[in-house]
C-alpha cells in the first residue's frame, strides 16, 4: 500500500497545525534510508519521521523509538549543522504530488536569515529527501542520483533542484466531474472502472479509485462504458464526495485489517470495498494510524538491514567450516585403512630371507587370516626388504597419528560450529539494536570480529533476559543471546531453580524460578513451550525439550559463551505452537 498525494495532504494539514513557528531541536539518522527530526515549540515537542524506503516511503508524526548510531551519518551532520535550531515556516504541496516541501528560516554562516527546503519525495524506489538552498541549488540528498544513475533528473550537490516529471492526469483539486467523464472516453471500452480512474487521476491510490467504483456500481464491477445512467450519476457523485474531501483535507484516517489482524489498507475514507473479508477502524490521527500501519513491518526492515552484515561474517565462517570438516572426514577415511599397513610391514618382517633383492613386489601368505590368502606388497626396488617393512610401519604410525589428530580436529571444528549455529539462532530472533549490538560484542570477544584500533572500545553490557510469568504465578527466564545465558544460567538462577533447552537445537536458556516452591506440571510445561519457542525449532511440532536442575548445569573450563553440559536430565515433547 504506497501512500498517495491524497492522504499526504491530510498529513501536510495535520503537520501544519502542530509544527508551523516550532523549531528543530534535534536531527538524527537511525538508518541509511530514514531521517528523525525533533521540533519544539512553546508548548509542544514532537519528532516527525521522514522515510525514503522503497516500500515504506512517508512522512509523519511519529512515536516509535528509533535507536541511533553512536556515529552519525555525514548527511546527518550537515542537516543539523544548516537546520538545527532554525523555524519551520511552511509546508508546500505541488497539486496532489507525493511530495512535501519543508521551510526553513536558519541563519547562514555570516548570520542572514536564508530560507532552507528540505522535500521528501514519495516516489517507490526513487523516493529520496534533498535539501535545497535559497537559490534552488541542491545542498545534498540523501540518495545521490548521477548520470549512470538517471539521464532524466540528476540530484546532485550544486545542480539547480527541479521537480520530479509531471503526469499527464487530472488533479482533483481542479477537474470536476465533467472533466473526469471525458477523460474517461478515451480509454479503452472493456478496461474495470477502478483501473480507468487510477489511469486518469493524479494522487490517488489504487484503494481509493477501487472504493470509488465499489460504491457507483454497488458492489458490481463496471466498465466506463457498461454503466446506466444512474451508474454514471453515482459515479460523479461519490467523486465529487470525495473531491471535496481532499480540497477541505477533511478525510478521516482508515485501516483495513483482515482476519489474521494484519494491516491490508489505509486510506483518508472509510474503506467498504471488502465487505466481510476484513474489518475496517478509524484511527485517531493520520500519523498514528502509519505508525500502526507500518510499525512491524519497518522493525523487522531495519532489523534485517542492521544485521546483514552479521549473518555474512557467520554464513561464511559456518560454510567454510563446514567444508574443512567434510574435508578432514575425507582424510579420516583414508586412515581407517592403516591396519593394512601395520600387517603388510608384519608380513615382510617374517619373509625378509625370502624376497630378493630390488623386486617390485612380492606375493606373500597373510598368516592373520585362517586360509592365509597370497597377498599382494608394492616394493620400493630400490630400498632393501627390512627398509621397506620399515617404510610400512613408518606410514602406520603417521595413519593412526594422523587419524588421532583429524578425529581432535573434528570434533573442535564440530563444537565451534554449534556455537556459530547458536549465534546465528539467537541473530535470527534479534528484535532490538541493543540485541545486534550483545552479540556484536560477543563475536568480538571470540575473534571473530577485528576490535577497532583507533579507540578501545567498552564492552557492552550484558542487558536482562526476558520475562514471562506463567497462568499459575511462576517466573520463566529466558536468555536471547550466548552472554545472556551464561549470565542467566551461571549466575542470576538458583541452584534449585529449573533449567531447559532444546534438546540438541540450538536455543535459549530457559529458568523456571522456583523461589522455593514445586513447580507445578503446568508452569513446567509453559517453560518448555517458551524453552522450544526461542529456539530454532520455534516453527516445528512436538520439540524435546531437556529439563534439570540448575545444580546439574556446568560450563566445561575454555568453553564458548553458551556452550554447558548437564546431566540428570528428563525430556518433555512440547508444541511451541500453542
Not at 528523525?36 to 515549540?41: E, K, N, P, T
Not at 511462576?474 to 532444546?502: C, E, P, S, Y
Request: proline content about 5%; hydrophobic content about 35%; overall charge neutral.
Amino acid at each position: 500500500m504506497a501512500l498517495d498525494g491524497a492522504f499526504l495532504r491530510h498529513i501536510k494539514k495535520e503537520l501544519e497545525q502542530k509544527l508551523i513557528g516550532a523549531r528543530v531541536d534535534k536531527i538524527h539518522q537511525p538508518n541509511r534510508e530514514e531521517l528523525v527530526v525533533s521540533f519544539r515549540g512553546y508548548d509542544m515537542a514532537c519528532k516527525v519521521l521522514f522515510s525514503a524506503r522503497a516500500n515504506s516511503a512517508r512522512v509523519h508524526f511519529t512515536s516509535i523509538p528509533l535507536e541511533n548510531p553512536k556515529q552519525p551519518p555525514m548527511l546527518c551532520m550537515l542537516l543539523r549543522k544548516k537546520l538545527q535550531g532554525s523555524k519551520l515556516t511552511a509546508i508546500r504541496q505541488p497539486e496532489l504530488e507525493r511530495l512535501l516541501h519543508f521551510d526553513f528560516d536558519s541563519i547562514d554562516e555570516l548570520g542572514d536569515h536564508v530560507t532552507l527546503t528540505l522535500t521528501m519525495e514519495i516516489m517507490g524506489r526513487y523516493s529520496n529527501i534533498i535539501l535545497t538552498g535559497p537559490d534552488g541549488k541542491i545542498i545534498d540528498a540523501l540518495k545521490r542520483v548521477d548520470a549512470e544513475m538517471s539521464s532524466q533528473r540528476l540530484v546532485l550537490p550544486g545542480l539547480t533542484y527541479h521537480l520530479p516529471p509531471p503526469q499527464d492526469k487530472l488533479c482533483m483539486l481542479t477537474a470536476g466531474t465533467p472533466e473526469l467523464q471525458e477523460a474517461l472516453k478515451a480509454l479503452p471500452r472493456d478496461m474495470e472502472l477502478s483501473k480507468a480512474l487510477l489511469g486518469v487521476l493524479q494522487g490517488v491510490s489504487p484503494v481509493v479509485c477501487r472504493e470509488i467504483a465499489h460504491r457507483a456500481g454497488r458492489g458490481r464491477e463496471l466498465t466506463a462504458f457498461t454503466m446506466d445512467e444512474e451508474q454514471r450519476f453515482r459515479l460523479g457523485f461519490f467523486y465529487q464526495k470525495v473531491r471535496e474531501m481532499v480540497i477541505e483535507a477533511a478525510g478521516t484516517p482508515h485501516m483495513a485489517v483482515n482476519p489474521q489482524k494484519k494491516p491490508m489498507d489505509f486510506s483518508f475514507l472509510d474503506v467498504q470495498q471488502y465487505g466481510t473479508s476484513a474489518v475496517v477502524r478509524q484511527g485517531e490521527g493520520f500519523s498514528q494510524l502509519l505508525d500502526d500501519f507500518y510499525r512491524e513491518k519497518d522493525q523487522q526492515e531495519r532489523m534485517r538491514v542492521r544485521e546483514q552484515d552479521l549473518l555474512r561474517l557467520l554464513s561464511n565462517h559456518a560454510e567454510r567450516l563446514a567444508r574443512k570438516i567434510n574435508a578432514q572426514r575425507g582424510e579420516l577415511d583414508q586412515c581407517a585403512q592403516r591396519e593394512a599397513l601395520r600387517v603388510a610391514g608384519d608380513l615382510l618382517s617374517a619373509n625378509l630371507y625370502n624376497i630378493e633383492k630390488g623386486a617390485s613386489a612380492v606375493d606373500l601368505a597373510n598368516f592373520y587370516e585362517e586360509d592365509q590368502p597370497q597377498v599382494r606388497i608394492k616394493l620400493d626396488p630400490a630400498l632393501t626388504a627390512n627398509q621397506n617393512a620399515q617404510k610400512y610401519y613408518k606410514e602406520y604410525r603417521k595413519a593412526k597419528t594422523a587419524e588421532e589428530k583429524l578425529t581432535e580436529q573434528i570434533e573442535i571444528a564440530g563444537r565451534e560450529l554449534e556455537y556459530l549455529d547458536s549465534v546465528l539462532d539467537a541473530l535470527a530472533r534479534a528484535e532490538t539494536e541493543r540485541d545486534l549490538v550483545e552479540i556484536r560484542t560477543e563475536l568480538k570477544e571470540q575473534g571473530y570480529i577485528r576490535a577497532s584500533r583507533v579507540k578501545k572500545e567498552k564492552p557492552a553490557a550484558v542487558s536482562a533476559p526476558l520475562s514471562f510469568t506463567t497462568e499459575d504465578g511462576f517466573t520463566v527466564l529466558v536468555g536471547r543471546n550466548n552472554r545472556q545465558n551464561d549470565r542467566l544460567t551461571m549466575k542470576l538462577a538458583n541452584n534449585n531453580d529449573i533449567w531447559f533447552h532444546t534438546k540438541n537445537i540450538p536455543g535459549s536458556h530457559t529458568v523456571l524460578v522456583t523461589e522455593g516452591r514445586a513447580p507445578t506440571p503446568q508452569a513446567m510445561e509453559e517453560a518448555a513451550k517458551l524453552a522450544a519457542r526461542h529456539s530454532k525449532a520455534k516453527d516445528s511440532a512436538q520439540v524435546p525439550v531437556d529439563y534439570t536442575q540448575v545444580r546439574h548445569v556446568s560450563k566445561p573450563q575454555g568453553a564458548r559463551p553458551g556452550m554447558v553440559v548437564y546431566v540428570n536430565y528428563k525430556t518433555l515433547f512440547v508444541d511451541p505452537q500453542e
